[in-house]
């Protein structure tokens, strides 16, 4: 669903390091082991006392034309020592580690909103001799985001945005904690769970009445909620899931939201959208708000319309007239899948068999190969799990190792509980370093649906976009992207799912499995085109909702939520919270889930190229070259100018929307 991708301070030394063509090296050993809290910390002490050193290096050093490269290195420093705890706090079982290295990320947290602030670093920037375009838009990324940290604000006021900078990552911090610790369980009969599958409960821990317990998370909420017949059962999994984080988060979001307004306003902003929209490719609240609106103007007739289907299924289903049926939130999903399985046929389920989790996994990587140019290879390594996996990438025409990913498939407690992907380590072709990615998702063991061969095939994406980016700085690699085109490599990818020819390599990771059949592809694919209004009415609604709450001048989240929520078709439901759980917008996509629905626009623009061939080597290695490999050392406008052979443009968009 989403990319985690951890905003790393940029920043850097070391000009030794600098080689000419030097080999690519793959990055050993990996990950520390992280054998106790106690080991957390001592690399914590060590890892922040060298960037400190560097730091101090850094400011000494000559601004001649290696300053740039001594800059990066210090980028190179925090990815090999800040980047894996930060990573590991949602994902290592241990719990005293994760706490370890939460308490870790706040004092990396504060070494970064100083190193922001860095005056004689700032100024070296502006100094420093740029060979050519690539270091001229490095300088310009660099300077924009001292300048974002206060290093340019008066004192007073540069104190008080460093504050308001720590602040902000101890409150997201906390929220999303209070989310992975908080172990939500959910009791049910086993008469209430009729109609889902016996796979997803019949392991599941039971209470001293014998009732199954089940958590929140993906495996276990989608099945509840699409196919359990009874209502209360799925209102009861409803409400825990938007009802995730509680009250508490409520109060820190509102906290985050409020400190996101001083500080735009330290800069002269009366808000905090305008502020961080102003280096994205919307460059204004009041641009993303234009283009939300034309999506909702889109899609509102057709989501009234899909909510009376909805209503005649349900009145048919229980035997009420129609006139007298309502619609509940926790009814939408549930009947959405029973019109799609009367019209299209199609039950989600039904993939499960053909799509085993390491096959699919295996299917995934394959696509890729084909279609960029590259090869995937497992390897022995020891990680933070036993279930976690290593791949070697290696460019197919040569032979060269290139980079490296670790995949993280199923849920355990404790461990972050959607779909991301960490950029661990960025490319920088003047030392010859590969980039790592770590993909982390929650799937059934069982298998996976179509939609989770998507989620599976886009998370990938962002995998691909650090794994093939080539270059030259690491400060600028792979997904250092606008904030608003990071999701278009991925989304664009979701739809090869849908291609016949694409999933027949499936038989060539695994000969075992059974083929799926074309017709329930296709039928899924005539499906997707049914929920569309609900499903755009609904990011339509995150996408202004945070715009709105990061507007206002006292954030009151729960009152503005119930306001917009209940101006949907659907409605609100008293007592429930859906923000208390919106991690995203407590997070870096605060201000930016419109994010989601822009680079959608730039993702089906760009499928266009591959509208006939879905594996066409000859596109996927233009596209290899001209827009992943490229990483942010070009405006993404550029890098989609360069690709396309044209500007990009909405028309796919919006033709998609009235399909
Ligand atoms: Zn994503």
Request: charged share 25%; proline share 5%.
């Amino acid at each position: 669903m989403k990319p985690v991708l951890t905003t790393l301070a940029v920043l850097a030394l070391n000009a030794a390091a600098v080689q000419a063509q030097a080999q690519p090296q793959l990055p050993a050993p990996n990950l520390p082991t992280y054998s106790s809290a106690a080991d957390v910390q001592t690399r914590c002490d060590s890892g922040l006392k060298g960037a400190k050193q560097r730091v101090g290096q850094l400011e000494k050093r000559k601004v001649d034309i290696g300053w740039l490269a001594a800059y990066d290195d210090l980028t190179v420093y925090l990815e090999d020592h800040q980047a894996p705890n930060d990573f590991i706090l949602n994902v290592h079982p241990v719990k005293v580690i994760r706490d370890a290295a939460q308490a870790c990320s706040l004092r990396w947290a504060d070494f970064a909103s100083s190193l922001g602030q860095n005056e004689k670093l700032y100024r070296a920037l502006q100094k420093a001799p740029k060979q050519d375009g690539i270091d001229a838009e490095l300088v310009r990324l660099a300077s924009g985001q001292f300048e974002d940290s206060g290093v340019a604000l008066p004192a007073p006021k540069r104190a008080r945005a460093k504050q308001i900078l720590n602040k902000l990552t101890e409150l997201d911090q906390q929220f999303n904690k209070n989310i992975r610790d908080a172990g939500t369980r959910v009791a049910f009969t086993e008469a209430e769970l009729k109609g889902v599958p016996p796979s997803v409960w019949e392991k599941a821990k039971r209470d001293e009445q014998g009732r199954v317990l089940l958590g929140v998370d993906y495996p276990s909420y989608v099945p509840v909620m699409r196919s359990a017949e009874s209502a209360q059962a799925r209102q009861r999994m409803w409400l825990a899931k938007v009802n995730e984080g509680g009250p508490a988060n409520l109060d820190l979001l509102a906290q985050i939201v409020t400190l996101r307004g001083e500080y735009a306003r330290l800069f002269g902003f009366d808000n905090y959208v305008d502020f961080n929209l102003r280096r994205r490719m919307a460059k204004d609240g009041a641009t993303a708000t234009r283009f939300l609106d034309s999506v909702t103007g889109a899609v509102t007739a057709r989501e009234k319309d899909e909510l009376q289907e909805l209503r005649a299924a349900k009145a048919q289903h229980l035997g009420t007239p129609a006139e007298q049926t309502q619609v509940e939130r926790w009814d939408a999903t549930f009947y959405s899948e029973r019109v799609k399985l009367q019209k299209f046929s199609v039950d989600q389920n039904a993939f499960r068999p053909y799509f085993p989790p390491q096959a699919s996994l295996e299917l995934s990587m394959r696509i890729i190969e084909k279609l960029m140019g590259v090869k995937y290879q497992r390897i022995d390594n020891k990680l933070w799990h036993e279930e976690a996996q290593t791949y070697v990438v290696s460019d197919a025409a040569t032979g060269k190792p290139i980079a490296q990913m670790y995949v993280d498939l199923y849920p355990r407690d404790g461990k972050y509980n959607h779909a991301a992907v960490w950029p661990l380590r960025g490319s920088a072709t003047r030392i010859g370093r590969a980039p790592v990615a770590s993909l982390v998702v929650n799937f059934d063991r069982n298998g996976l649906t179509l939609d989770e061969v998507e989620t599976l095939l886009h998370e990938l994406g962002h995998a691909v976009h650090v794994n093939l980016s080539n270059t030259r700085y690491a400060a600028t690699a792979g997904t250092t992207v606008m904030h608003d085109f990071v999701e278009a490599p991925s989304q664009m990818l979701e739809d090869w799912v849908y291609d016949k020819q694409v999933l027949k390599l499936m038989q060539e990771v695994c000969p075992t499995c059974k083929p799926v059949p074309d017709a329930m592809v296709e039928q899924a694919q005539a499906a997707k085109h049914y929920g569309k209004g609900g499903q755009f009415g609904r990011q339509h609604l995150y996408a202004s909702y945070d715009i709105a709450l990061h507007r206002a001048t006292k954030p009151e989240p729960l009152p503005l939520w119930a306001r917009m929520e209940g101006a949907t078709p659907l409605g609100h439901v008293q007592g429930t919270m859906f923000p208390a759980g919106f991690a995203h917008i407590a997070g870096g996509y605060g201000s930016g889930y419109y994010g989601y629905l822009w680079s959608l626009v730039v993702a089906m623009d760009l499928r266009k190229a591959f509208e006939t061939d879905k594996l066409g080597a000859d596109v996927g290695k233009r596209y290899r070259e001209q827009v992943l490999g490229q990483g942010a050392q070009k405006p993404a406008p550029e890098l989609v100018e360069d690709f396309l052979g044209r500007e990009s443009n909405s028309q796919a968009f919006f033709e998609y929307l009235k399909k």
